[in-house]
């Protein structure tokens, strides 16, 4: 029962805060494989004009910018709680479009399998009603853990597979410009 340990947020003390967005309520803080994580910059990811999902990155310590979090090797996580619907189709198009969009056709053909077990393990899950909470957890020297609702999908090993989907919403053509600025902390978590 390692992993479960692994990804659950700790328990809220009374140092920790929550905020709203969007109706969703994030802490300011989450533990991950025993180590406190501070909620970096949280925003809502919006497609013509509909709120998809709230978005929320947790990083060790405050980081501003995104080349600094992709290069750093240390724990993290992505957590996406969603809005709306969404189809396991829906999900694997975005994630799919979203990394060929922001790594060079070298660094994917670099992590071909690593895609491809990422995107098997999306797949066991039919459709994502809204309120799911999506999360991808980085472990320095372990990996990217993916989890989705109360389900532990699987591990995908290495460094590089994070940093390209984590380039998804911090590279230099992420999916929404805005959501960007909000998970790097610049600004108040908006929609």
Known sequence: MLLAGCLSLGEVSAS??????????L???????????????AGVRT???????????????SMREAAHILDSNTPRRL???LLRDTSTEQNLSALRE???????????EAIKADVARFLG????????PAGTVIQLDYLPNTGTWARIG???????????????????WLGSNPIQSSLKQSLL???EPRS
């Open 79 to 81: 957590q996406l709680t």
């Open 16 to 25: 920790q805060r929550e905020i709203q967005l969007a109706g969703v309520t």
């Open 47 to 61: 497609f013509f004009g509909f709120q998809v999902y709230v978005a929320a990155l947790y990083l060790p310590y």
């Open 121 to 128: 393990l999306i797949q066991q899950v039919s459709d994502v």
């Open 185 to 187: 902390g610049l600004g």
């Open 98 to 108: 979203g990394m060929v969009d922001n790594n060079s056709a070298a660094e994917m």
């Open 150 to 168: 109360g389900s532990n999908l699987g591990l995908i090993p290495g460094a590089r597979f994070n940093r390209a989907i984590m380039k998804i």
């Open 27 to 41: 802490s300011d803080q989450a533990m991950l494989d025993g180590q406190m994580l501070a909620l970096n910059g």
